[in-house]
């Protein structure tokens, strides 16, 4: 009787699989277009216009930069502001940005590596990625070795470099979730 009882389980637990993985794959192929991809909500203040800037000190935080904790990187300034959730600009620095630039708007962070190989072959530390453009993966990292040139390569590169030191600043403030401001 104990055999024929375990049997019982095994054809309705196969026949439960069997029914969980046909729904499963009619959801999938149901799914709109564009859903499962990284989503930007784009401010129009920030995509719109380009963000006012204190002619008297360019290393002040832009007017139209998001408000609550963020990082904000302006892609014409090439400078990047940690906010904190108090408004107060803990850190500013220069980088120097990768041949792709993300498109102004606001992304979380979505991955981090402690340590990898750029898309150029420069060893870098501390990436955090907030998003991607035409497959580029876009982010902030620090170069551990010399980087190379560009010249020294064809390939699009969506890295945006800081210092090291600047890296390990990212790298503790940019955690998965936080908010990163693009504006012009």
């Given at each position: 009787?104990?055999?024929g009882?375990?049997?019982?389980?095994?054809?309705?637990?196969?026949?439960?699989l069997?029914?969980?993985?046909?729904?499963?794959?009619?959801?999938?192929?149901?799914?709109?277009?564009?859903?499962?991809?990284?989503?930007?909500?784009?401010?129009?203040?920030?995509a719109?216009?380009?963000?006012?800037?204190?002619?008297?000190?360019?290393?002040?935080?832009?007017?139209?930069?998001?408000?609550?904790?963020?990082?904000?990187?302006?892609?014409?300034?090439?400078?990047?502001?940690?906010?904190?959730?108090?408004?107060?600009?803990?850190?500013?620095f220069?980088?120097?940005?990768?041949?792709?630039?993300?498109?102004?708007?606001?992304?979380?962070?979505?991955?981090?590596?402690?340590?990898?190989?750029?898309?150029?072959?420069?060893?870098?530390?501390?990436?955090?990625?907030?998003?991607?453009?035409?497959?580029?993966?876009?982010?902030?990292?620090?170069?551990?070795?010399?980087?190379?040139?560009?010249?020294?390569?064809?390939?699009?590169?969506?890295?945006?470099?800081?210092?090291?030191?600047?890296?390990?600043?990212?790298?503790?403030?940019?955690?998965?979730?936080?908010?990163?401001?693009?504006?012009?």
């Amino acid at each position: 009787m104990a055999n024929g009882s375990s049997g019982f389980v095994f054809g309705l637990t196969t026949a439960a699989l069997v029914t969980v993985g046909v729904l499963a794959y009619q959801a999938s192929a149901t799914v709109p277009v564009g859903l499962g991809e990284p989503q930007t909500s784009a401010s129009p203040a920030a995509a719109a216009s380009k963000a006012p800037r204190d002619t008297a000190n360019p290393a002040a935080l832009p007017g139209v930069s998001g408000s609550g904790e963020r990082v904000v990187y302006s892609v014409d300034d090439d400078r990047v502001w940690l906010v904190d959730a108090r408004e107060r600009v803990t850190r500013t620095f220069t980088v120097t940005p990768g041949s792709v630039d993300p498109v102004p708007g606001t992304y979380p962070v979505t991955s981090r590596a402690n340590s990898v190989t750029g898309t150029d072959g420069t060893p870098i530390e501390h990436v955090v990625r907030f998003t991607a453009v035409d497959g580029v993966a876009i982010g902030f990292s620090a170069a551990v070795g010399k980087p190379r040139s560009a010249a020294d390569t064809d390939v699009r590169t969506g890295g945006i470099r800081e210092s090291r030191e600047d890296g390990e600043a990212m790298w503790e403030f940019a955690t998965i979730g936080v908010k990163v401001v693009v504006i012009p």
